[in-house]
């Protein structure tokens, strides 16, 4: 079983330096995953940086490695960006924590007409929050290089402002192209994924009209917590990222 722990404080690190981790990070991997020395583990910055070695320390306040192998992961271009309304129950977190693990570079909060779950006063900051500590835990499950950034809360306002800078597709069951046939360039991509009742059809216009291209994944109707996903494995083939 591979084991992968980030500490973000971690900025460079050579062949038979000491690299650490601690504090819940050191507990969980001695009480829970039951790491011991001699073991190797990798340890990451999530910005890239991954170092791999035996474990020499074992103890509940500090786990520490000595540095066998270095890698720097490149962040991949072009992004995929993930636009994905909140939704009711854990949806929305679940289609965050599997775009993570699927390969997805940052993801985006949006408010959306039909979007039952609401992010306001104090819940805006601890929303966020929840996605962040989501994306962290999925990197380290899917033992990726980054971490993918969590960006602000947008309104569908905000969003069509997004539209004329990138390339957003927004999936849409009626749409006349499909995901799979459209042509993608050297650029980033937004993907927008809406609630769990779909995109209402004033931001499906405000959207288009700023630029924005609908496109389907195929006949039937996917969840909003599958629907982002599903999407992202088609680009990660079509960008020949898999």
Do not use: C
């Not at 693990?101 to 805006?124: M, Q």
């Not at 969590?150 to 999936?171: E, F, G, I």
Request: charged share 25%.
């Amino acid at each position: 079983m591979a084991h992968f722990y980030i500490n973000e404080l971690l900025e460079t690190a050579a062949v038979g330096e000491r690299v650490a981790i601690d504090g819940r990070e050191a507990r969980h991997a001695v009480t829970v995953s039951r790491l011991a020395v001699g073991e190797s583990i990798s340890i990451g910055n999530g910005r890239g940086l991954i170092v791999t070695g035996p474990v020499v320390v074992a103890e509940h306040t500090e786990l520490s490695i000595e540095v066998a192998a270095v890698e720097t992961a490149e962040r991949p271009t072009p992004a995929i960006i993930l636009v994905q309304a909140l939704a009711k129950g854990d949806r929305d977190e679940l289609a965050v924590q599997v775009a993570t693990e699927l390969g997805v570079d940052a993801v985006i909060p949006w408010t959306a007409a039909r979007s039952i779950s609401r992010w306001e006063g104090s819940k805006v900051a601890k929303g966020h929050d929840r996605w962040v500590a989501i994306t962290r835990e999925a990197t380290k499950q899917s033992i990726r290089g980054w971490i993918p950034d969590v960006l602000d809360l947008v309104s569908s306002n905000q969003l069509a402002k997004l539209a004329p800078a990138t390339r957003m597709l927004v999936l849409e069951p009626t749409a006349e192209n499909a995901l799979t046939a459209i042509e993608l360039r050297d650029e980033d991509i937004v993907l927008v994924v809406g609630p769990e009742g779909g995109i209402a059809p004033h931001e499906l216009d405000a959207l288009v009209a700023a630029g924005a291209e609908l496109v389907r994944l195929g006949d039937g109707v996917l969840r909003t917590s599958t629907a982002g996903p599903a999407a992202i494995a088609v680009l990660s083939a079509k960008l020949a990222r898999w």
